[in-house]
């Protein structure tokens, strides 16, 4: 994909900074409902800011641009994270910030289609999203659109078995136009996802499922932005999976050292303390 | 907040004054029961109890015993508590395999994932075969601010509309620590709807020796001039409006009917034809293919025709937000309530 359609501002600043600044605004957000899927925010906030800032092609200011890549959010508890990157990306306005979560905001607590720009599906139902994202990759192809279809995807939803039929039917319809983004943060609401409903051996799992299969250190942006790049670039005819182990909290160590559950506690005093923290690390 | 979602994301900004402003989350677990005790977890200890006396029980959920209250059995009981991840169709199959092994699987979810993604695996593996499987579910109706993917609001329709399926939609603690022992004693398959956590314990208060009796409806306070039937949750909201209504010196009378399925319609029509009251039926739950449907029906088949009004959740996909605002939104408030049974008076 070009870059060409995105402003030469974005391409200015570094990653790590788009990352940086997606954690902040999470925090930030975080502490308007006091509490949220922050941990997951944290965590998935380096592939976030590489989907958003490397890979994806998209226009800001018209967000439903026919030639744009479309990125799926099937976690809907995740939304925080998107949103952070939404505002990052100049599509949604800083200053609805403080809505999040609120009556009458356009950036509820579960994503939904309907209620905010840039925001492809209402996920929240866990196992949707690689259903549609097929159908989409299927249509695009239809109308010879050469964009991309991103699933954002959690370990979780490796449990659902919609995930596994669409998997197998990616491979089947040779969508090369499809990338599914796996957060596997090892964690689901009742505990480790490995020790749950394991599904590993996972890269092995797509690959007999007949996907391009990686995975990498989801916290390590040299290592994503690689992934990408070879995820788009592949050659073959086959859908690409990338499976990013992510730490929950990443980037605030407080709370990365804090028994770690699917809604991570933060108390009402440490939201202020965790952003002091972020803000030690800015990068350069 | 407005009831058309779907124009808000192309409306301009809007930014309510901080002061004004209400959150999601902080609402979640609370169903703004003013003025009840609350108990903890009741299904929870219930099912403990109950699998004490029964070693067939076993509990089974798909990545929310904590959220089910399950996880209590879980504990006390971790040779029977089986975590299936998170796969609503495969829990609900995999309770079918366990109940034809002659275990009696209590299998826990939030109702939208049993309604809905599950559907036809309750219905063909446990329903059709009239296996004694109990379904539990968390977050009926309108008990959380999430929007529509979390909002079970038409899950008594979809299961009234299941042969063999008994339905059940607890009011409050005393109602679910009570229906647990019944939905075993039952041999064949159960839905119940669920309120975790701290569950107030609301009709005790209002009728100090009442019991959850399968299959029965039971006047919790008498008055000559509306007749509520109400379920589940709403039976405390009626309860409470009537008390605001009797300082008015209107006399309410709430007839609480935790069952869906089958329908007390004997004590249902006998209260309905005691003539000259206002009926008025009340359900967390789409007006649709819900109690009050199920009601009228009843009564015109058996040539029983009161006044009749309807309060319930509209055919619409809710909106977010926090749960308060919504049920004053939606109708289901004491507020509201009160307001629609005057306007009807
Ligand atoms: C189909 C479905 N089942 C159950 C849920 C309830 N639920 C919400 S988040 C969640 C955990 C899912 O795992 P994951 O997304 O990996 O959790 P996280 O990493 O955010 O802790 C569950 C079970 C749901 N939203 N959808
Ligand atoms: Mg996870």
Redesign the interface.
């Known amino acids: 994909m070009t870059i060409d359609s995105r402003s030469a501002a974005l391409t200015n600043t570094s990653l790590a900074m788009r990352a940086w600044n997606i954690r902040r605004k999470a925090l930030m957000m975080g502490e308007v409902q006091g509490q949220g899927y922050i941990g997951q925010a944290l965590g998935v906030a380096d592939v976030l800011a590489t989907a958003y800032f490397h890979a994806l092609d998209y226009r800001s200011d018209d967000p439903e641009w026919e030639g744009r890549d479309r990125f799926l959010l099937s976690i809907g508890h995740y939304a925080i994270a998107l949103y952070s990157v939404l505002m990052e990306a100049g599509i949604l306005p800083d200053e609805e910030l403080e809505t999040y979560g609120m009556d009458d905001s356009r950036m509820p607590m579960s994503g939904m289609a309907s209620y905010t720009p840039g925001m492809e599906i209402t996920g929240g139902s866990l196992g949707h999203g690689l259903g549609i994202a097929v159908g989409m990759a299927l249509g695009l192809k239809r109308k010879n659109n050469p964009a991309f279809v991103y699933n954002l995807m959690s370990d979780g939803e490796l449990g659902e078995g919609s995930t596994w039929e669409a998997a197998m039917s990616g491979a089947h319809h040779k969508l090369d136009n499809l990338i599914c983004l796996v957060d596997f943060n090892d964690q689901q609401a009742d505990g480790k996802s490995t020790e749950m409903l394991c599904s590993e051996p996972l890269t092995e799992k797509w690959e007999a499922f007949g996907w391009f299969a990686q995975r990498v250190d989801g916290n390590d942006l040299a290592a994503v932005v690689d992934a990408f790049d070879r995820a788009r670039s592949c050659s073959d005819a086959r859908p690409r999976v990338i499976i990013f182990d992510t730490t929950m909290c990443k980037g605030v160590p407080f709370l990365e050292r804090r028994e770690i559950t699917h809604f991570v506690r933060v108390e009402a005093d440490e939201w202020a303390k965790a952003l002091a923290v972020l803000d030690e690390g800015k990068p350069a | ?1 407005t009831l058309a ?2 124009a ?2 192309y ?1 301009p ?4 004054p ?1 002061s004004e ?6 609402m979640i677990a609370s169903l703004a029961a003013e003025g009840y005790e609350t108990v903890s977890a009741p299904f929870g200890h219930a099912l403990v109890d109950a699998a004490r006396k029964n070693d067939k029980i076993v509990g089974l ?7 089910t209250d399950l ?1 209590i059995f879980g504990q006390e009981m971790p040779d029977r508590y089986y ?8 829990l609900m199959s995999a309770a079918a395999g366990m109940a034809r092994e002659g275990f009696i699987p209590f299998a826990t979810t939030y109702a ?2 049993a309604a ?2 599950a559907y036809d695996f309750i219905a063909m593996a446990i329903a059709e075969e009239n296996l004694p499987v109990k379904i539990v579910c968390a977050l009926p109706g309108l008990t959380t ?6 909002q079970a609001t038409e899950d008594l329709a979809i299961f009234r509309g299941l042969p063999n399926m008994v339905l059940i939609d607890p009011c409050d603690a005393d109602d679910i620590t009570g229906m647990v022992p019944q939905m075993i004693a039952y041999e064949g398959p159960v839905y119940a709807r669920l309120l975790r956590g701290k569950v107030p314990s609301v009709l005790r208060r209002h009728k100090p020796d009442y019991k959850f009796q399968l299959g029965m409806a039971q006047m919790i306070r008498e008055g000559n001039d509306v007749l509520v039937i109400s379920t589940g949750i709403m039976t405390m909201r009626a309860l409470d409006a009537a008390e605001v209504l009797a300082a008015d010196g209107v006399e309410v009378a709430v007839l609480h009917c935790p069952t869906i399925k089958p329908l007390d319609l004997d004590t249902i029509a006998a209260e309905a034809a005691k003539g000259g009251r206002l009926v008025v039926t009340a359900e967390n739950h789409t007006v649709i293919g819900g109690l009050g449907e199920a009601v009228a029906t009843g009564l015109m088949m058996r040539g029983i025709h009161p006044a009749f009004r309807m309060i319930g959740l509209p055919d619409a996909f809710l909106e ?3 749960l308060p ?1 919504l049920h004053d939104m939606y109708g289901l408030s004491v507020d509201k309530v009160t307001e629609q049974i005057r306007s009807w008076l």
């Open positions: 907040m979602s779907m808000r994301k409306e900004r809007k930014v309510t901080a402003r209400v959150a999601t989350s902080a959920t798909a990545d929310l015993g904590k959220y996880h975590q299936m991840g998170m796969a609503e169709q495969l939208v994932f809905r993604r601010g999430y929007g529509p993917s979390h977010a937000g926090a605002t």
